[in-house]
């Protein structure tokens, strides 16, 4: 069977986490059976469509490497791909349920709408415009709604995820196909837009489930055989009891990028949130999902979103580009991610400190922190040498003495370099019988007064003998 998905996103706003699944899933299923997925743009309701919103869905789908076959910008056989420019073959479709006497013009008025919906509250009885129908409706024509004349009965069939489903005539209904302003619904057009497309699987959020009887319904009105239908599960809120939204803390994936989440991590955890493969596998590359990836190990329930596990994988996935494709590599992609004191330091140099930090970072971002007090000297902050738990039994005038120690026997280093550095430490810890913690967060704070810092003989290696003794200087006098 030769695959065929799509993503079609509207342009209303921002990409949400929720939106970006529902492309990932089509993307791995197509690109397993070397299928097609296409990106469609769902604009019709242009009360809500926002500028630039297209170029944002692009922008983040390229960026994740979730390249489409068919859709804006590539081009294919079955354009246009925004929805805005295919109304003549909405509209073409919508004369055959006319002309077969499944679609009729509405002049129905809203308030005439209200009316009806308020005898049903009434009454304690579902409202159904079909129990509404208008006996003499005028011949069709844009600038009227024309509505799906349904025949209701029982629907049967398979979800790819939920399984089999059923439902019974009570749920189907006069559902509007095109709107007073000649733009189909969502309801009309998916249905219009997947066959022509030759879609083979439709992959969408769980809460069109309940329309899919009325979908069924116009499948058979327009005398076409339906996809295999794959709905997703939500992805819930932290707390678990309700679908995610902005609200609880998610933020854009446009956000996630600008902060410092890599492409591989965001792509990792949002295929893994609602899908394993069985394993206890984490780490998962593209072309892995895409050959361990299948329907029947999607779950039918909803998974909760844990942005703490998100920033975990990232710095999973920073330490793994690091160590399996070179400092280079993982170096590339900081820009716009160190402080501004940086900018006048030479890429040997941050590269030199990326090397020694990178173990520690969560997101590209905490470079900014935690690596000022590599490009200029740290505010003078006694307070963190005194209240350190390590320091707290040491006086004053020790923590002076031990720092004069140190001045001293690193001013007599003929090698500025990390083995060397590494071994006159270790001769201090011997010759003041202090512990690693107590003088080497000492030395540490002197130097950084940052929270922490990596290995203290790299940090010193990196900082270069001058700035290192000077920085010593200056609080053994101070103290």
């Known amino acids: 069977m030769n695959i065929v998905t799509r993503f079609a996103p509207s342009p ?14 089509p993307y791995l299923l197509a690109h397993q059976s070397e299928g097609e997925m296409i990106l469609r743009i769902e604009d019709t309701d242009r009360a809500r469509y926002v500028e ?3 170029e944002l869905i692009e922008d983040t789908l390229e960026w994740l490497g979730l390249n489409w076959d068919e859709g804006p910008i590539v081009g294919g056989p079955n354009g246009p791909y925004f929805q805005s420019e295919r109304k003549d073959i909405y509209h073409a479709w919508a004369r055959k349920l006319i002309a077969s006497g499944r679609a009729y013009a509405d002049p129905t008025t809203p308030e005439e709408i209200a009316k009806y919906r308020e005898e049903c509250n009434k009454a304690k009885t579902p409202f159904l415009y079909r129990n509404y129908r208008p006996e003499n409706t005028p011949e069709w024509e844009p600038g009227i709604p024309l509505r799906f004349k349904t025949e209701p009965k029982e629907y049967s069939w398979h979800d790819e995820v939920m399984g089999d489903m059923h439902a019974g005539p009570e749920v189907l209904d006069d559902i509007i196909l095109i709107k007073k302003d000649g733009y189909p619904t969502y309801n009309f057009a998916h249905i219009v837009d997947d066959a022509e497309m030759g879609v083979t699987h439709v992959m969408r959020g769980v809460e069109y489930l309940s329309s899919t009887p009325n979908y069924l319904a116009l499948y058979e009105a327009l005398g076409l055989e339906h996809p295999k239908f794959v709905s997703l599960p939500h992805i819930l809120a932290p707390n678990g009891n309700k679908k995610l939204g902005k609200r609880d803390g998610a933020k854009s994936v446009t956000e996630y990028r600008d902060d410092g989440v890599l492409a591989e991590a965001m792509l990792n955890y949002l295929a893994c949130l ?6 206890e596998q984490e780490i998962y590359t593209k072309s892995e999902l895409i050959q361990k990836f299948s329907l029947d190990r999607i779950q ?8 703490t596990k998100l920033l ?3 710095g999973q996935w920073i330490r793994k580009i690091f ?4 400092a280079d590599a993982l170096y590339a992609r900081t820009d716009g991610f160190w402080p501004d004191i940086a900018a006048s330091a030479t890429d040997k140099y941050k590269l030199q400190v990326l090397s020694i930090i990178y173990d520690r970072l969560k997101t590209l971002s905490d470079l900014r922190d935690m690596t000022a007090y590599f490009f200029s000297d740290p505010r003078l902050d006694l307070d963190m040498l005194i209240n350190n738990k390590y320091l707290k039994k040491l006086s004053e005038s020790e923590m002076e003495g031990l720092l004069k120690l140190t001045i001293a026997k690193l001013t007599d280093l003929e090698s500025w370099d990390a083995d060397s550095i590494q071994n006159a430490l270790n001769e201090l810890l011997a010759d003041t019988g202090k512990k690693p913690a107590e003088l080497f967060s000492l030395i540490r704070i002197a130097v950084s007064f940052a929270p922490f810092s990596p290995a203290l003989h790299l940090t010193l290696s990196i900082l ?6 000077a920085r010593l200087n200056t609080v053994a006098r101070n103290i």
């Open 312 to 314: 975990w994988l990232n």
């Open 274 to 279: 609602g899908w394993n493969d069985g394993t």
């Open 12 to 25: 209303t706003g921002y990409i949400h986490i929720g939106n970006v699944r529902s492309a990932i899933y």
């Open 300 to 307: 039918s329930s909803g998974a909760r979103y844990d942005e």
């Open 323 to 326: 160590t399996e494709q070179g």
């Open 52 to 54: 630039g919103a297209t």
């Open 464 to 469: 270069g003998r001058d700035t290192s003794l």
